[in-house]
């Protein structure tokens, strides 16, 4: 009897404290309004791009002979895309307790990120254009910079994360340091390849 | 249901979605403006 009213106590499903959701844990809360605030920024600067392409059929690159570089920002894709494959890798290592794993795939990713940044300022510098020379660079920096902000603080969040991993920080059980940057990596992937398709190729 | 909230695993798996869906989109428009 006594047993049976411990086991109830331990299984106990009335209403939670007054400050907790009994739907929501709080960092998923947070972490799901901080992803839908990003949703909305990055809809507003697609609200621009299909103003200046749909509504107000200005057009798109090529123009005034300045053409979009499909092919390097193509390559600078994949190196982002399989920085996601690497930071996977890490979480895997993160908590399967392989150590050796996690740092070498967080290190790696962070490389790759750098990589991609680079790449990215490189095309800036060579691209021909500027923000202020017509609606369509405007909105083309607008996009790919507000990406690439967002690539730094990943970039910011993974070097935190490598060293805590170069220091012993994480276990199979506690990672949540390594999970949070690979849930928000993740995000800055997804958006790039809605920003690569939609900027560049269509 | 896929919540690429909940974990880093979702995630991932959300983005190879993401991920496919956008190499059908793209292949598709272009198949279509090259007819």
């Known amino acids: 009897m006594e047993s049976a009213s411990v086991a109830h106590a331990e299984h106990h499903h009335g209403p939670p404290a007054a400050n907790v959701s009994s739907r929501v844990e709080a960092q998923v809360l947070g972490m799901l309004l901080f992803i839908i605030s990003e949703v909305m920024l990055f809809g507003a600067f697609f609200t621009a791009y299909f103003f200046i392409r749909v509504v107000a059929d200005s057009g798109w690159f090529p123009l005034d002979d300045k053409e979009l570089p499909k092919l390097v920002a193509g390559v600078n894709t994949a190196v982002l895309i399989s920085s996601s494959f690497t930071m996977h890798w890490a979480l895997e290592g993160a908590r399967r307790g392989n150590r050796r794993a996690m740092q070498v795939g967080l290190l790696t990713t962070a490389m790759l990120g750098l990589t991609f940044l680079s790449v990215q300022i490189n095309e800036y510098v060579h691209i021909g254009f500027a923000p202020s020379d017509n609606a369509q660079g405007t909105i083309f920096y607008g996009l790919t910079g507000l990406h690439g902000a967002h690539v730094f603080v990943g970039l910011t969040l993974l070097t935190f994360a490598t060293t805590r991993a170069f220091r012993g920080h994480f276990t199979p059980k506690e990672h949540r340091g390594v999970e949070v940057p690979g849930i928000y990596w993740h995000f800055v992937d997804v958006m790039w390849i809605v920003v690569y398709s939609t900027v560049y190729l269509l | ?35």
Do not use: D
């Open chain 2, 1 to 35: 249901m896929l919540n690429p909230l909940r974990s880093e695993q979702e995630a991932f798996r959300f983005l190879l979605y993401v991920l496919a869906v956008a190499v059908v989109i793209v292949g598709a428009v272009l198949l279509v403006r090259a007819l």
